[in-house]
């Protein structure tokens, strides 16, 4: 877009320029119309005015290309500087991925440790349920085989 705003400053300047150099070249000049009816006088001024009207074209002519060597040079500073910011901004944005990134995974191992966690306790709480079992079992045998040796021990 920029590219093509400067090519159609440059062919409206090519024009302009075109312009004022045909109307200062001596052929333009001879196309004044000379009029031998009127005074030397009149003639002198149309002449003078056509000077004036070309050496004001040539002066807003410089001054146009003064003015878009002055800013093209800004023009491309401002593109470089908006390319940074965004360059930045992008990276900015690429970094606060990355960290959101980084907690998910964060989040995930802790969830999936404490989820081990949960399961080694469960599977501790049922080994030690499984002897408390044993040992009640264990204890009513004794009680069984005890109470029997009493009974034989009556009955006899």
């Known amino acids: ?60 002519l410089n001054e146009t290309l003064l003015r878009q060597q002055f800013q093209q040079p800004q023009l491309q500073q401002q593109l470089r500087l908006q390319q940074q910011e965004f360059t930045q901004q992008r990276q900015e944005l690429i970094r606060q991925q990355q960290l959101r990134i980084r907690q998910q995974e964060t989040r995930l191992q802790q969830q999936e440790f404490t989820r081990q966690q949960q399961l080694r ?18 204890r009513l045998q004794e009680q069984i085989r005890q109470q029997q040796l009493r009974q034989q021990k009556n009955n006899l």
């Open 121 to 138: 306790i469960q599977q501790q709480q049922l080994r030690q349920d499984q002897q408390i079992r044993q040992q009640q079992d264990l």
């Open 1 to 60: 877009m920029l590219n093509r705003l400067l090519m159609v400053k440059a062919w409206l300047l090519l024009i302009v320029l075109a312009k004022a150099l045909w109307i200062n070249s001596p052929a333009y000049a001879q196309m004044i119309p000379t009029n031998p009816q009127l005074p030397e006088s009149f003639q002198e001024r149309m002449r003078r005015q056509q000077e004036e009207r070309n050496q004001r074209t040539q002066e807003q």
